[in-house]
C-alpha cells in the first residue's frame, strides 16, 4: 500500500478508538463504581450522567466527548487531510462512541462527539445548524424532536454550503446513525406532538417544554 493509504487507514483507526473513550462510563466507575449503562436511560453520555452526578458530571462529560470528537479530527488532518479520510474519521468516531469495542459495543448516542467533530471539521455548518435548531426549539419546544430535524437536514444544509461529496454523504449516514440511537425519544416527542393536534400548540404543556438539553 502507498502512504498515503496508510496513513489514511491510521487516521480512521485513531478516530474509532478516539471515540470508544467512553468519558461517562469510566467518569461514573470513578466516582460511584457503578455502570452508568445500569443507570437512568443506560446511555453512556452527558445527560445520563448528570442524573448521577449532577451538574459537573454533565458538564464534565459533556466537554469530554465533543473534544474527542474535535481530536480525532485533528488527529486526522494531521495524518491524511483529504475529504475522504476526514469523512471517514467523522463516521469512525461517531461509531466509536456508540459502539466502543472495549464496553461490548454499548456507548452512548453520539450528538456531543458528532458536534465536536463538526466543531473541528466545518464550523460553519454547525453554525447554520444552531440557527435551526434555536428556531425549530421556538415553534415545537421538543428538543430531541427539533435536534432530529437539524441532523436530517444537515447534509441538505453541506450541500447548499456546496461542501464536497465525501462530507455530505458521511453526513447523510450519521443522519441516519443519529436518528436511529434516539428512536425512542424521537417516538416520545412525535407522540406527544400527535397528542397536542396540532403544530401551533406545540410547547403548551408546561410540565414538559422539552427545553432540557439531551445530549448523548
Known amino acids: 500500500m502507498s502512504g498515503s493509504i496508510v496513513r489514511a487507514v491510521l487516521a480512521v483507526i485513531a478516530a474509532y478508538l478516539c471515540g470508544c473513550f467512553a468519558t461517562g462510563y469510566y467518569l461514573v466507575r470513578w466516582k460511584t463504581g457503578k455502570d452508568i449503562r445500569e443507570l ?3 446511555g453512556t453520555g452527558a445527560r445520563n450522567v448528570g442524573r448521577v452526578l449532577g451538574k459537573m458530571g454533565f458538564a464534565t462529560t459533556l466537554a469530554v466527548d465533543m473534544l474527542k470528537g474535535a481530536c ?3 488527529l486526522s488532518r494531521a495524518l491524511d487531510a483529504s475529504p475522504i479520510t476526514l469523512s471517514l474519521a467523522l463516521i469512525a468516531v461517531t461509531l466509536g462512541h456508540i459502539w466502543p469495542i472495549q464496553l461490548g459495543l454499548r456507548g452512548g448516542k453520539g450528538v456531543a462527539t458528532i458536534q465536536g467533530s463538526l466543531l473541528a471539521l466545518d464550523p460553519v455548518l454547525v453554525g447554520v445548524q444552531t440557527v435551526v435548531l434555536l428556531s425549530s426549539l421556538a415553534v415545537t419546544r421538543k428538543t430531541i424532536l427539533s435536534a432530529m430535524l437539524v441532523f436530517a437536514i444537515t447534509p441538505l444544509i453541506a450541500m447548499a454550503l456546496g461542501r464536497s461529496t465525501a462530507p455530505v454523504l458521511s453526513l447523510a449516514l450519521l443522519a441516519g446513525v443519529i436518528i436511529f440511537t434516539h428512536l425512542p425519544y424521537l417516538r ?3 407522540g406527544m406532538v400527535r397528542d397536542l393536534g396540532m403544530v401551533g400548540d406545540l ?3 408546561g410540565q414538559n417544554s422539552g427545553m432540557k438539553p439531551h445530549v448523548s
Do not use: P
Request: cysteine-free; overall charge negative; glycine content about 24%.
Open 188 to 190: 416520545r416527542d412525535l
Open 40 to 42: 437512568g436511560s443506560g
Open 203 to 205: 410547547g403548551s404543556d
Open 72 to 74: 480525532a479530527i485533528e
